[in-house]
């Protein structure tokens, strides 16, 4: 079957799904867009750019976002450390 096809059979039967082809399409596609499946995010030093949510829905709504981008090396240390501790076990 051929795309066009497919995404009216999908429709008819009333199936979720998203005709994307390259991970770049999710911005443009309705149902993230529209359903706030898309996280606007201020970046580390400035600007800001969107990031898709995990598409998962508990009692109805979407996961939030449960931490902004961490700057660049934030946590190393610690994240060294408790590596290094797992290692030792």
């Not at 580390?44 to 931490?67: F, N």
């Not at 902004?68 to 030792?88: S, V």
Request: charge should be negative; proline fraction near 10%; aromatic fraction near 4%.
């Amino acid at each position: 079957m051929d795309r066009s096809a497919i995404i009216e059979r999908l429709e008819k039967a009333g199936l979720p799904f998203a005709p994307i082809v390259r991970p770049d399409d999710i911005f443009d596609d309705a149902h993230p867009v529209e359903s706030g499946g898309l996280y606007d995010l201020d970046l580390p030093g400035g600007g800001s750019t969107r990031l898709p949510a995990l598409l998962l829905e508990v009692d109805g709504a979407c996961l939030p976002l449960r931490h902004p981008i961490p700057e660049i090396d934030e946590g190393a240390t610690d994240i060294r450390a408790e590596l290094k501790a797992k290692a030792a076990d």
